[in-house]
């Protein structure tokens, strides 16, 4: 067998340490989503403005007697 064929083996014991290391970067990420969402967008000048609010008019044949 050769050796770089070796070297590229990852085992359960690798695996599951880089993958536990990854989920935790998103969990954190997770938890502080809205944080990490406006840093970006301040980071990059970017404004958010709100949908306008649509107007309800209600029908006075449905309306409960």
Known sequence: MQ???LALY???DQIMTVTSGIASIVGV???FW???VNAFL???GVKRT???LAKTT???SK???
């Open 3 to 5: 050796f770089g064929v």
């Open 10 to 12: 990852g085992g359960p």
């Open 29 to 31: 990420l997770l938890i």
């Open 34 to 36: 809205h944080k990490v």
């Open 42 to 44: 301040k980071l990059f």
């Open 50 to 52: 709100p949908p306008p």
């Open 58 to 60: 209600q029908d006075s």
């Open 63 to 65: 309306a409960p007697s």
